[in-house]
């Protein structure tokens, strides 16, 4: 009860601060592609659906906001292409399910992100985890109906590291995460019967 205790008055005193001094810090997120398991493409013409929840989801702990949207993209675009023979893009549902020549609608979702910390979560050394939770989605562009849905979850731990250095454990801790990401989402779809044969 007491780490319990001692880790809400902090959170709470960095709360009150952020909304005392009405400002927050934007954490812009920057990674590499990952290195992908190697596989055969699977024989499909993709329509891949990056609509706005997805380019604009943000996570927000206390005084930071983490936009998420541009690595999710970067992830969703990097998968899907080495997934599929053929992969086009669409902005809305709409405008996926009336690409004619495709077989399928990829649609990925993040469904949550979150923040934890092993200590008090002010020291340097204590340990961040960051999770996030992607669904992805394959309907047949004809029938639009669901033909494989799967839920994917990635976590990743780091050091918190000094206040000079925090920044650079956080690139760290965000390049683990999306690495594991996309490993799974490759895997996943590489396993998938579903998606491994002609739908028409």
């Known amino acids: 009860m007491k780490h319990i205790n001692s880790l809400s008055i902090a959170f709470l005193s960095v709360s009150l601060l952020a909304l005392a001094t009405g400002c927050t810090e934007m954490f812009p ?14 024989p499909m013409h993709a329509v891949l659906m ?3 929840d997805l380019a604009d989801y943000q996570y927000h702990f206390h005084a930071k906001v983490y936009p998420l949207g541009p690595p999710l993209l970067d992830y969703v675009r ?8 053929q992969v086009d893009e669409a ?12 077989d399928i609608v990829l ?5 949550k992100a979150a923040l934890s910390f ?17 669904e992805w ?9 669901t033909v494989w849905l799967k839920t994917i979850t990635a976590d990743a731990s780091e ?17 683990k995460l999306f690495d594991d990401l996309s490993i799974k989402a490759r895997e996943a779809i590489q396993k998938a019967p579903e998606l491994r044969g002609n739908l028409h």
């Open 50 to 52: 990056l609509n706005k």
């Open 137 to 145: 989605t394959a309907k047949n562009r004809a029938s639009q109906t």
């Open 107 to 111: 649609i990925p979702r993040p469904v």
């Open 78 to 85: 990097h998968v899907a292409g080495a997934s599929f023979q």
């Open 91 to 102: 902005p809305s549902a709409e405008k996926a399910f009336a690409n004619s020549s495709a």
């Open 159 to 175: 050091v918190q590291g000094s206040m000079s250095s925090g920044k650079e454990h956080q690139h760290i801790l965000m390049q």
């Open 118 to 134: 092993k200590g008090t979560g002010l020291a340097p050394s204590d340990m961040v985890t960051f999770t996030l939770v992607m």
């Open 29 to 42: 997120i920057s990674v590499n592609p990952t290195g992908l398991p190697p596989g055969e493409k699977a």
